[in-house]
T-cell receptor
Framework: AQSVTQLGSHVSVSEGALVLLRCNYSSSVPPYLFWYVQYPNQGLQLLLKYTTGATLVKGINGFEAEFKKSETSFHLTKPSAHMSDAAEYFCAVSEAWTNAGKSTFGDGTTLTVKP | SAVISQKPSRDICQRGTSLTIQCQVDSQVTMMFWYRQQPGQSLTLIATANQGSEATYESGFVIDKFPISRPNLTFSTLTVSNMSPEDSSIYLC????????????FGQGTRLTVV
């Protein structure tokens, strides 16, 4: 069984400040890990993913995340927040070597960016 | 990549009726997945739609309530039957693509309101 915990349902930062969204996972098998963003009234867009290889992964819009197996974490960061980053962010896990379309999602974190 | 089209994008339905949601993918995929996103909540997997066999349902979801069809490798439908206001949600279709199905793609979702 797999699970995802996103710490903090709401995160608020000032424009230009560091963004840190936390995600911890539980998986009995090697995981694939994902971060998705959802803008109001829109579908999900993949920000980045970890499957194998380099543990620091870079995604779109300046986001990156680091897979830390020892800490079972996959936190999402961005050095400088932009107003357009305000959205809902979901961390998700799926079993490695299975279909990434079948994932377990965290509860989501709403990111607010203050001017 | 994969482009997924869902229809309808939104609907308002009377309780007790049924709604069929369509999901069309621009390429052949082995498995398609249906998710539900209740208001203010995360995504929950309803079922996996397999071509040529019955769908596989997750715990808490049953075929009588959410019948699924998968007539070919690019198309699937999800029906929400005998609807009640509790079924008001966004329903999303997803597929896994790229080598090893290491990336998931989502449709824009169907926003269902039951009155």
């Amino acid at each position: 069984a797999q699970s995802v915990t996103q710490l903090g349902s709401h995160v608020s930062v000032s424009e230009g400040a560091l963004v840190l969204l936390r995600c911890n996972y539980s998986s009995s098998v090697p995981p694939y890990l994902f971060w998705y963003v959802q803008y109001p009234n829109q579908g999900l867009q993949l920000l980045l993913k970890y499957t194998t290889g380099a543990t620091l992964v870079k995604g779109i819009n300046g986001f990156e995340a680091e897979f830390k197996k020892s800490e079972t974490s996959f936190h999402l960061t961005k050095p400088s927040a932009h107003m357009s980053d305000a959205a809902e962010y979901f961390c998700a896990v799926s079993e490695a070597w299975t279909n990434a379309g079948k994932s377990t999602f965290g509860d989501g974190t709403t990111l607010t960016v203050k001017p | 990549s994969a482009v997924i089209s869902q229809k309808p994008s939104r609907d308002i339905c009377q309780r007790g009726t049924s709604l069929t949601i369509q999901c069309q993918v621009d390429s052949q995929v082995t498995m398609m997945f249906w998710y539900r996103q209740q208001p203010g909540q995360s995504l929950t997997l309803i079922a996996t739609a397999n071509q040529g066999s019955e769908a596989t349902y997750e715990s808490g979801f049953v075929i009588d309530k959410f019948p699924i069809s998968r007539p070919n490798l690019t198309f699937s439908t999800l029906t929400v039957s005998n609807m009640s206001p509790e079924d008001s949600s966004i329903y999303l279709c997803s597929v896994g693509k790229t080598g090893g199905n290491t990336e998931a793609f989502f449709g824009q979702g169907t926003r269902l309101t039951v009155v």
